[in-house]
């Protein structure tokens, strides 16, 4: 049924999609899996660790799905943020990239999302019947990457969630069919396409664990440079587009929507000991931190939070980066280890960038000391 209506749809508008670009992009580079189903082992792939470009279509990072006895059934956790009245059904497909050695399977794409803020599971907003390309909708057995397409469809929870307020994302690969074949599947960019521009979508930032930027008196250190840390992987406020990244430090932040027992340690070298300024820029949130073996000092969202940047609004609030002074620390030349720990366990967080300065320091933006 699902792969009938899919051909007939694919027939009327196919040829005026060819041509369009992706509006949004769901999943590129970073593949979270959030459930799976199936006895299916599903891993994210990097070719600059594999030495193996041809196990992604496009960037440098795809998925890899290995069943031995049924269909992959995936729910990718943190896949942006969607708004709904920017996604007219009847002229949004959804596509991906796949490559497969033996799986005949036919996908359906499932768009999950938190309708309100009170929300403690996703629904499902959003489907598409994926046409693979073989025959009656199948995916290709032959392991050359292949294009998976389908026009959108509203799902159960459509009606009744906001369609003007951006919502937190997940994406579902759900088998409509070919149980009991064993294969390893790579999939890549799943993405929604809409007769518009779309944004250029972000670039993904390779962190540098222990990495700083030295200044005439002051150190800069981004948050996603720590040289440990327990934070998963992907996050629904990691930055979507190219605009985003403008809005923070270096493109990128250490960030997640909410999980216990996320410690983070950072690593800074000091050329010059001497007392410093120590500032934060991060959401506002509320955490714990302490230099080497000193006593944990807490930072709250009472505390002096400055220059505050809105980066997205959405259906549960909205998105800030902020300045916090940590007030004032002695540090001696050398080696020293920055530790935050209590981050929110019900709430999300992000780190943008730290500053250790003796110049006076003003937050203006992502501008370094020298700039003001």
Request: aromatic share 12%.
């Amino acid at each position: 049924m699902g792969c009938f209506r899919l051909f007939m749809v694919v027939l009327a508008v196919g040829a005026a999609l060819d041509h369009a670009s992706p509006s949004l992009v769901l999943l590129d580079e970073y593949w979270a899996p959030e459930i799976v189903l199936n006895n299916v082992a599903a891993a994210e792939v990097d070719t600059l660790a594999t030495g193996d470009p041809s196990q992604a279509k496009t960037g440098e990072v795809s998925v890899l799905l290995a069943n031995d006895t049924g269909a992959p059934n995936v729910r990718f956790r943190s896949a942006g943020m969607v708004k709904l009245d920017e996604l007219p059904l009847g002229d949004t497909e959804a596509r991906l990239w796949y490559r497969t050695d033996a799986w005949t399977g036919v996908w359906r794409l499932e768009v999950w999302v938190y309708e309100a803020a009170t929300d403690a599971i996703p629904v499902k907003v959003l489907q598409a019947w994926l046409d693979g390309g073989g025959p009656e909708g199948q995916l290709q057995p032959d392991d050359q990457w292949h294009q998976a397409r389908g026009l959108v469809e509203a799902a159960e929870a459509y009606d009744r969630a906001p369609k003007d307020m951006a919502l937190t994302t997940y994406v579902w690969l759900a088998p409509e069919e070919g149980w009991d074949i064993g294969h390893r599947t790579y999939v890549d960019r799943v993405e929604l396409l809409v007769f518009q521009p779309p944004p250029p979508p972000a670039k993904r930032v390779h962190p540098r664990p222990g990495a700083q930027t030295d200044g005439p008196g002051w150190i800069w250190f981004e948050g996603e440079d720590a040289v440990q840390h327990r934070v998963p992987p992907g996050g629904a406020w990691a930055p979507q587009t190219e605009a985003d990244q403008q809005l923070h430090s270096n493109g990128q932040w250490l960030q997640y929507h909410g999980g216990g027992d996320l410690g983070l340690l950072w690593e800074v070298n000091v050329s010059e000991a001497g007392t410093y300024d120590f500032w934060c820029r991060a959401n506002g949130t509320s955490f714990s931190w302490a230099w080497d073996a000193d006593a944990f000092k807490t930072c709250t969202p009472e505390s002096p939070w400055q220059d505050t940047v809105v980066l997205w609004q959405f259906a549960e609030g909205e998105v800030v980066v902020q300045w916090a002074p940590l007030g004032r620390v002695e540090l001696t030349a050398g080696k020293h280890l920055l530790q935050v720990e209590d981050v929110p366990e019900t709430e999300g967080f992000g780190f943008d960038c730290w500053l250790l300065t003796r110049q006076p320091f003003t937050p203006h933006g992502l501008d370094k000391p020298p700039a003001q």
